[in-house]
């Protein structure tokens, strides 16, 4: 295998400006998908997820640090570069009833990017629309249908079709379950693995079901108000998470079996996720976290590597790791 | 037992003419909340259990689509042959109600502590004063921080954990005897949904009130009910505590829902297990099960007949599915059919 990763994020900070404030939503981010891997993304909302996925597809410019593609700044890219990175780098959407275009016959929608491109003509591309279609489980009779013909799983299958349409290596899944049903959603990360096999595609995963990312994902990144807090192997995640967030975050998450729950000591944080603005020189997670002592309000700590592959940006390791967290 | 039953709902059907034509949202459905008990009413979305509460609360009354049949059994009165009226002494005072989203169900234009005691005013004749005490008591329950500020806050002011308390102080302030919860954290974090269930919990034993729970996250239910009906396409399938469902569930449905939920605690080996296919359409429900053309054990029987409902005694477990029928497995102990798919 090569080497080089296929995407490669260097402190990449995506900041909006909200008034006379500055909101930091990306705050230096360094992060690597290798080829044909998953990588989860996890967070609650406001913490910039989103917003780190739009920065890697070109959409928002990063205010600082790089964003490499196989080794080159997305953002030195010529017209037509730029335009062979949107073929390789694509998108599915959380909302499968707002991100397809109500006036579209299902088979233009899944063919749109090959028209844009100029791939094929009319004819194939009409083909290859059925064929894609096939591939995501749906069939032939439902190319000349309207997207309200369709129940929400179907359409998720549609937004999936259309962004395999031009053999993308990277695709940056925002959300793409969590608006369906317990039922349908096994069936969408399913068919996203089936074709990560068959195709050796590349996922970012942005997702708050941690249950579901550990079904997916190989690696998992932890995030809280623009910054990661923790990396590891989805494995070693949840059985040896080390920061308090992450502790919280999966002692949160109810299970399934009255037993286990009965069981279960829950650790509570107080109050919600506080505002992004203003927290630079800090720990982003000082203000909920039981750990916080001074340092954690003064100084902002890194990611470290605490075991193979495992990183934690944590000043209070030891002390969390004495308390099991609590 | 029967004197314990706070409500009782008795083969209630609902139904709403659209042009497409008459969708049958809830087809026959029987249930009862006991007192001080967590009941969870669990299924996909569009099988009818919002449309179910909304019914009971009289909040589609005056809808004109909505057609009803059944009864609805509260204190002794039928309430879907109460008057508008009655109805509204009851709405907020014995029984009320916490929707998903805060945010659509708050009155953007009124401080939230305004809104909080609009309640109670209706239902109590109190004074200003009085109510504003009341208010206070119940923002410290809710552990609303800072409550004197927040509680003149307007509702976009305050963040989505925060107006959810809001909801759920509005929903308890005149103590109602049975509160309905139609997925009360779907719209939340994880680290915030276990704060408002802890809450839910804590407060069901402090005001002494009975929650009736609509959720399709089965992690919920087995952190707070105490028993589950499972609903599909308007019917419910099955019925039992909780501990049966997660442990000893008998409905193909159940099962196959319960084996499509990941856990967190655990990693499934070679893929999820999913449901194929998608609910039916209800303006045209099939004649035989629900969920035959979805369940990989069905049979002839099941695509033409409606399945009795079948009880298990000890603990109370109630089935609506013909492999549990008494002659399917006296036969299928007679010539060995039907093996071959469990």
Redesign the interface.
Known sequence: MNDQPLLELQGVKTFFRIKKDILKAVNGIDLVIHRGETLGLVG??GCGKSTLGKTILHLYKPAEGKVLYKGRDIWTYSKTERKLYARQVQMIFQDPYASLDPLMVVHECVAEGLNIHGIYTPKERYEKAIELLEQVGLNKEHANRFPHEF?G??RQRIGIARALALEPELIVCDEPISAL???????I??LL?DLQEKKGLAYLFIT?D???V??ISDRIAVMYLGSLVELAHS?NL?EHHRHPYTK??????????????AKRQ?I??S???SSPIGIDQMCSFCKRCHYATDLCFHEKPLLREVAEDHFVACHHLDQVDKNGGR | MSQDKLLEVKNLKVSFRTYAGTVQAVRGVSWHLEKKETIAIVGESGCGKTATIQTIMGLNMQNPICSKEGQVVFDGKDLLTCSEKQMRDIQGNDMSIIFQDPFTFLNPTMKVGDQVIEVYCRHHKATRREATERLLEMMRLISLPDPEKNIKRYPHQLSGGQRQRIMIAMALICGPKILFADEPTTALDVTIQAQIIELMKHLKEQIDTSIVLITHDLGVVANMANRVYMMYAGQIVEHADARTIFKNSKHPYTRALLGSVPRVDQKTEGGLFSIPGSPPDLIDPPTGCAFAARCSQAMNICKRLQPPEITFPEPEHKVCCWLHHPEYKARKKAVGVGERHE
Not at chain 1, 181 to 187: F, G, L, P, T, W
Not at chain 1, 248 to 261: F, G, K, Q, T
């Open positions: 609650e909302s129940s799983g179907q049903d317990v039922s349908i959603q096994a069936q990360v399913n693995r708050h941690l249950s579901m550990r079904q494995d949840y919280a975050l999966l002692s949160a998450i109810p299970i399934a079996d009255p037993d286990v729950e829950r509570l944080l109050g919600d996720v």
